[in-house]
DNA sequence: GGACCTATATATAATCC
DNA sequence: TGGATTATATATAGGTC
């Protein structure tokens, strides 16, 4: 009953964390379909944790994969039309950024840079992984690690849950 | 005063949609937040909209910055020590799926299946991007047909909200 | 539009099985 | 553990400036 105002620190108890983890897991996936669907986002998000044996995704595992498939389908050139303008007009998205490349979009290179640290990081992930089919756990432990054991041989403790969101 | 439940469905007005918008990413960052406190995760995340100007990041944007780098340089043999055996002991983490190969986690198939998507979609909306200087909106945009549309040429009209996490 | 302000709708910690 | 239950803590739609 939420009797606990639930101190904003980690839990020490095993259980009870893994109890919390998987019902804040479960709400965040409902929050995320609210906003898309309230706002008219089309998202999937890609849930993983050492607590679940399979991934967790949503809104399906077929809806994940049918959005990744028909993207792929799309022609490059299809992919890119301009349409900021038609975006504003139409659904008063789009703020454009004063003083921006006129024929780029202004959020361009702050987006190309985020993905691009993040396919990076997504590659090591998954190479590393492979190549010794070891737990991706231990990798995100050390990720975790705010300063030292990063190059160092001490593993880290706990940790090890991989959550990885992509809404489009 | 929420005094409406709220039906599940997109909101039509414009500038209620953009309210809705912006509280509910803002409540969905602090539930990252409380979630990565309470259980010990690691994570941050990047929240790209036509909304914002500006990608929004948790915790900060040097802390973002900062786990990218420090995983970076993580030497890719250090990144891959087996602990399966230590998460567990310390922390409990790790549910062994009985029938895996015994030197690889159970999840790494399955991980490394959605990540090389994951990747590879990030790759296709990052390349297409940068090629033509142009927002990645469209391409979302186009991806949420849930059918028709992908391979013609009439572009989507709303939508354009690209949300990013990626928590480790 | 943005910054408050509530009244309600929701999320969820603690408990029991 | 994995569900239910339910008392509270939070999130937030709708108003007001």
Redesign the pocket.
Known sequence: ??????K?AF?A????R???Y???????M??VN??ST?CGINACAIIYSP?DSNPEVWPSNSGVQRIISEFRTLPEMDQNKKMTKDSQSLG?FEETKEGQPRDGDDRSYLIDQYLKDVNRRIEILGNSRMELGESSNNVAAEAIQTVPIIHGSARVSRVDVHITFVIL
Chains 1, 2 share one sequence.
């Open positions: 009953m939420t009797r606990k105002k639930v904003l839990i108890n095993d259980s009870s893994k109890a919390t998987k019902k804040r897991k479960k709400g965040l409902k929050k609210e906003l309230l607590y008063q």
